[in-house]
């Protein structure tokens, strides 16, 4: 049973517009939300976090955004740029304090974007 | 700064060959996690230790895996006897106590024939 979830295994976007990755999950006991990058042969390289008594945090081009009650989360990237094409993972944590337990993952979304 | 290392990056060995993958994580870093990727179950957590011990190895698949860290600075992941269903990539990562987020190193890619 997946607790996080990416319904989108791809999504294509024009260089310059607005990326939007969406991201549910069933576990109402998760603290905290990270976003990961990953390019082909490497590992996952932490882009954007948020806790959950916040709804949105912003770090330069990447916004992420809360919702709790729906249990939702996006990761908006404005503008996209061609070095944004990646595959993004959505990944939860029980705690928000770091270390004590295991990230969830999401199965990822590969973000194309096309010039 | 150096990051998480692993080795070997790929591994290509025979079905009922032990195989032992090695990780060492950010100098400083209290926890250590070991993970696999596979197209089937994308990526999930198989151990992790705080302060050299295991805390969680409840996404161990099976006995044939086995975990351990001896030091800090160490940890390797063994397959014993391998099978072709344990083909995937295996990443490592570290994090410091009350930190996040969670750095990875960049896998392991095991093939079993």
């Known amino acids: 049973d997946q607790q996080v979830k990416q319904n989108s295994p791809s999504l294509s976007v024009q260089e310059g517009r607005i990326s939007i990755l969406n991201c549910d999950y069933t576990?109402?006991?998760?603290?905290?939300f990270l976003w990961y990058k990953k390019y082909p042969a490497e590992g996952p390289t932490f882009l954007i976090s948020?806790?959950?008594?916040?709804d949105k945090n912003e770090d330069g081009r990447f916004t992420v955004f809360l919702n709790k009650s729906a249990k939702h989360l996006s990761l908006h990237i404005v503008p996209s740029q061609p070095g944004d094409s990646a595959v993004y993972f959505c990944?939860?944590?029980?705690?928000?304090?770091?270390?004590?337990?295991?990230?969830?993952f999401g199965k990822g979304t590969h973000l194309i974007i096309q010039p | 700064d150096a990051g998480v290392i692993q080795s070997p990056r790929h591994e290509v060995t025979e079905m009922g060959q032990e195989v032992t993958l090695r990780c060492k994580p950010i100098?400083?870093?209290?926890?250590l996690f070991w993970y696999r990727q596979t197209m089937m179950r994308g990526l999930e957590l198989l151990i992790y230790?705080?302060?050299?011990?295991?805390?969680?190895d409840s996404g161990m698949p099976e006995d044939r895996f086995s975990a351990k860290m001896p030091n800090a600075s160490f940890s390797t992941l063994k397959i014993q006897p391998s099978e072709p269903r344990d083909s995937a990539v295996y990443f490592c990562?570290?994090?410091?106590?009350?930190?996040?987020?969670?750095?990875f190193g960049d896998g392991t890619r095991l093939s079993i024939l």
């Open positions: 990562a570290s994090s410091r106590q009350g930190v996040q987020p969670q750095h």
């Open positions: 576990n109402s006991m998760f603290d905290y």
């Open positions: 948020i806790s959950s008594i916040k």
């Open positions: 990944a939860a944590s029980l705690y928000s304090g770091g270390g004590a337990d295991g990230l969830t």
């Open positions: 100098s400083g870093h209290d926890y």
């Open positions: 230790f705080n302060n050299n011990v295991p805390i969680d």
